[in-house]
């Protein structure tokens, strides 16, 4: 299994980016998969969870994100992705694509500053 993510950066509060995570190593439409996060000095949260197909590709979101953040697949092309509105600096983490059970992508930094 193999979580590969991208799109990180610096952007001004108010401003959007999008995440994507290529995945490998198994079959990407039969799993859930998930977005976390880790603030410096926090425990790491989850921020967004899609289901698999045959959960309907339901979702699921953190409070602190709801109505900003959207989270999507396309399983033709084993991606995941986060999309982020209206960011604030609070939003500034390390963000981790997640697959059950305890696969972790390496990470990308988000920062959210002016």
């Known amino acids: 299994v193999q979580l590969v993510e991208s799109g990180g950066g610096l952007v001004q509060p108010g401003g959007s980016l999008r995440l994507s995570c290529v995945a490998s190593?198994?079959?990407?439409?039969?799993?859930?998969m998930s977005w976390y996060r880790q603030a410096p000095g926090k425990e790491r949260e989850l921020v967004a969870f899609?289901?698999?197909?045959?959960?309907?590709?339901?979702?699921k979101y953190a409070d602190s994100v709801k109505g900003r953040f959207t989270i999507s697949r396309d399983n033709a092309k084993n991606t995941v992705y986060l999309q982020m509105n209206s960011l604030k600096p609070e939003d500034t983490a390390v963000y981790y694509c997640y697959r059950a059970s305890n696969y972790w992508g390496q990470g990308t930094q988000v920062t959210v500053s002016s």
């Open positions: 899609i289901s698999s197909a045959g959960g309907g590709h339901s979702t």
């Open positions: 190593g198994f079959t990407f439409s039969a799993y859930g």
